[in-house]
């Protein structure tokens, strides 16, 4: 069976689109975004890939989760701060679950480095995945996050999920960033996986290369069509003809 899919045309996530994650696993659900020649970042951080819509699922998405699992680098380059649920989201926590807790953000890290912007609500303690080197090294860590040591010199993602979920967090929303992704998919952790393909052209390789040229921002192209034929999906970017036309 073929299917054409029409690409929306609204400022922010459909309703329907939404929806369709309202059932997250009990288990890990990762979410990504990835550029068209796969770069997961621009200039280090992942908003420049992203639109209205995609930063809609992502708190959509954070609403049906119990903790939010992100990388210390990822939480450095973005600037994490605490997780904030709309009242309806709320409403709709207390009604499906029975619960009034907002997630917390649970971050990966080995040295225990940071941003301030983590801890702007003092009510909702961040959690800190850590090591138990870690936490005799910098025992003040303790004193505004929540320590879950996972390993003594080496963060043991398999312990830290089992903890969490042990804690009754078992919907755990993974947003990344790569590598957290890639040990937690190396470990066979991931029980599902949220994608957006972002229609940018990043060029993160080359721009590593002394003398390469650098996109100043990331050069963005239309959907031509997205074709799903045996659980496949086939899509086709194209330049604008604006732009077609001065080459």
């Not at 400022?11 to 659900?29: I, M, N």
């Not at 929540?146 to 009754?168: W, Y």
């Not at 390469?212 to 074709?227: D, E, F, K, Y």
């Amino acid at each position: 069976m073929t299917q054409a899919v029409q690409q929306p045309k609204r400022a922010t996530a459909p309703d329907e689109l939404v929806a369709l994650y309202r059932d997250p696993p009990d288990g890990l659900r990762a979410n990504m975004i990835m550029s068209l020649d796969g770069a997961a970042a621009f200039d280090g951080v992942a908003g420049p890939l992203s639109d209205a819509n995609d930063q809609s699922l992502l708190l959509a998405l954070r609403a049906y989760s119990d903790v939010v699992l992100v990388g210390a680098g990822t939480v450095r380059a973005e600037g994490y701060g605490p997780v904030r649920l709309t009242a309806a989201q709320v409403a709709e926590r207390r009604q499906r679950w029975g619960t009034d807790v907002i997630p917390p953000i649970a971050v990966v890290t080995h040295t225990g480095r940071v941003p301030v912007s983590l801890f702007a609500e003092p009510a909702q303690r961040p959690i800190l995945i850590t090591t138990a080197l870690a936490a005799r090294e910098r025992p003040q860590l303790a004193e505004h996050a929540d320590l879950l040591i996972a390993g003594d010199s080496a963060v043991n993602l398999e312990s830290a999920l089992r903890t969490l979920q042990a804690r009754g967090m078992r919907r755990i929303l993974c947003e990344g960033g790569p590598t957290l992704l890639d040990e937690l998919v190396a470990g066979d952790l991931v029980d599902e996986m949220c994608l957006t393909i972002s229609p940018t052209l990043v060029a993160s390789a080359t721009t590593a290369r002394p003398g390469a040229p650098a996109l100043a921002v990331p050069a963005r192209l239309t959907l031509g069509h997205a074709v799903t034929l045996e659980n496949y999906v086939y899509l086709r970017y194209v330049r604008d003809q604006e732009r077609q036309a001065s080459t």
